[in-house]
């Protein structure tokens, strides 16, 4: 069964930026539509980013648009979601989950969520 692992997550000032990481072992992420959400206390899950099988396209959360950037590296079996200017209203966990088919932003046609990792964007 696949299970993603997501990882990169810390405590960062306003302004600065984290690299999340996604991986799983046994199994080619390569076939997958790849989605990270974000869930804050008392929040909603919501799609902050996808990037397609092919890593051709990629959509983005209105409010992380110009500051963040997801890819893949099907070599190393890793999507990346690199985050730049963060603000405090980033801070929540970072999930990331697998897909069949284009990027859809409803966390129901998700699958193999991990554990999360935690954003904290603080002074």
């Known amino acids: 069964q696949l299970q993603l692992v997501e990882s990169g997550g810390g405590l960062v000032q306003p302004g600065g930026s984290l690299r999340l990481s996604c991986a799983t072992s046994g199994v080619t992420l390569r076939a997958y539509t790849i989605g990270w959400f974000r869930q804050a206390p008392g929040k909603e899950r919501e799609g902050v980013s996808c990037i397609d099988d092919r890593g051709v396209a990629t959509s983005y959360l209105d409010s992380v648009k110009g500051r963040f950037t997801i890819s893949r590296d099907d070599a190393r079996n890793t999507v990346y979601l690199q985050m730049n200017n963060l603000k405090p209203e980033d801070t929540a966990a970072y999930f990331c989950?697998?897909?069949?088919?284009?990027?859809?932003?409803?966390?129901?046609?998700?699958?193999?969520w991990g554990q999360g990792t935690q954003v904290t964007v603080s002074s």
């Open positions: 989950a697998v897909h069949r088919g284009s990027c859809v932003s409803d966390a129901g046609y998700y699958g193999g």
